[in-house]
């Protein structure tokens, strides 16, 4: 079946100018575990008058980290299913196995989520009321439901190392984050992200007023902490485990509750490093919205382990006002041999 995929009109501060740069002519060749094959459904991405076929892209197997010891979490909501949500599922998920995906979202029948069933991807009703409004302790109880999915993974057998969690305006580059990890030992506690916003603007981790009830935990290990923005982070498994009980389910409600989070997101990075003491590393390679893509060459972007929805700035944007998003021509920026991108 054909799904339409609306013009999305770019935020004001979109940044329009472009690098100049020349479009590589061969695929990438960083290695990575080659996902299991899937067999696409009879579903199209609409854009202007072309119409997208699924791809799955075929990468090398031998790799120094697997690919596939790193577990997705993918937050998304209904109203986001024809737009992001799709523009990823013709995307970076066809670079990864199925398998190793979690989409967290409400209930929903529309074709994309349909689809992605079909295809094997994994699919999770967050039993939370609809997210549209982002309020503060609903999205709470949804952010708990994606650590409750790692659990019960890796209590039913998986032997994942890393957690990584992506907002759907997020495109996960499979490469760049395979790479990216290779420097840190998974059998330490380490948290990966960036820092939030407010933190970037005024120089100082200290942004009490985004969680006052932190200093409600006698048990916390600093006053003086950072804040992840939320978007996109990388979580150890040891890590993972030490945090289950404040992040897992409910428990993470109630966590907010108590720290009186102003923001769901900020939580992970006010119990990582504020309650239990582990720093946040910011590697250059998670690229979100808080960068700067006009100083971003072709190496950049080419490594980038993560890059933000309608921010990234790509040699040619194609398919025209349909790719505001600019993720179909950053995925043939990187994978330049899919056949739908010499539609553009």
């Avoid at 590589?24 to 080659?34: A, E, G, I, N």
């Avoid at 395979?178 to 380490?190: A, F, N």
């Avoid at 996109?232 to 966590?255: F, H, Q, R």
């Avoid at 808080?290 to 190496?299: M, P, S």
């Amino acid at each position: 079946k054909q799904v339409t995929l609306p013009v999305i009109q770019p935020s004001p501060n979109t940044p329009q100018s472009h690098l100049g740069l020349t479009v590589p002519t061969k695929q990438v060749t960083l290695p990575v575990t080659q996902p299991s094959p899937a067999t696409p459904p009879n579903l199209y991405l609409s854009v202007s008058d072309k119409r997208l076929p699924l791809e799955h892209v075929k990468l090398p197997a031998d790799v120094m980290i697997n690919a596939s010891d790193i577990y997705i979490s993918v937050l998304t909501m209904p109203r986001n299913h024809p737009t992001r949500f799709a523009t990823h599922l013709f995307t970076w998920m066809q670079t990864v196995n199925p398998d190793q995906v979690r989409i967290i979202t409400e209930e929903s029948d529309d074709e994309m989520i349909k689809g992605a069933k079909q295809m094997g991807y994994h699919v999770v009703p967050s039993g939370c009321p609809d997210t549209g409004n982002h309020n503060v302790y609903v999205m709470c109880c949804k952010s708990g439901r994606q650590f409750e999915e790692y659990y019960r993974v890796q209590r039913d057998g998986g032997k994942y190392k890393w957690y990584c969690h992506a907002d759907d305006d997020i495109y996960v580059n499979i490469v760049g984050l395979t790479k990216m990890l290779q420097p840190y030992d998974p059998k330490e506690k380490v948290y990966l992200g960036q820092w939030y916003l407010l933190q970037r603007i005024f120089g100082s981790p200290r942004v009490l007023h985004l969680a006052p009830g932190l200093l409600t935990f006698p048990e916390r290990k600093n006053n003086n902490f950072v804040y992840s923005s939320g978007n996109t982070y990388c979580i150890s498994d040891p890590l993972m485990k030490e945090v289950e009980k404040y992040l897992s389910g409910n428990a993470y409600v109630e966590t907010c509750k108590k720290a009186q989070v102003e923001m769901d997101d900020v939580l992970v990075g006010v119990v990582i490093d504020g309650i239990l003491g582990y720093h946040l590393i910011e590697p250059r390679n998670f690229r979100t919205e808080l960068d700067d893509y006009g100083q971003l060459n072709e190496k950049d972007l080419m490594e980038a382990a993560t890059v933000s929805l309608g921010r990234v700035i790509v040699p040619r944007t194609k398919f025209g006002a349909n790719d505001v998003t600019r993720l179909l021509s950053y995925h043939c920026l990187i994978y330049p041999d899919v056949s739908w991108c010499a539609m553009g």
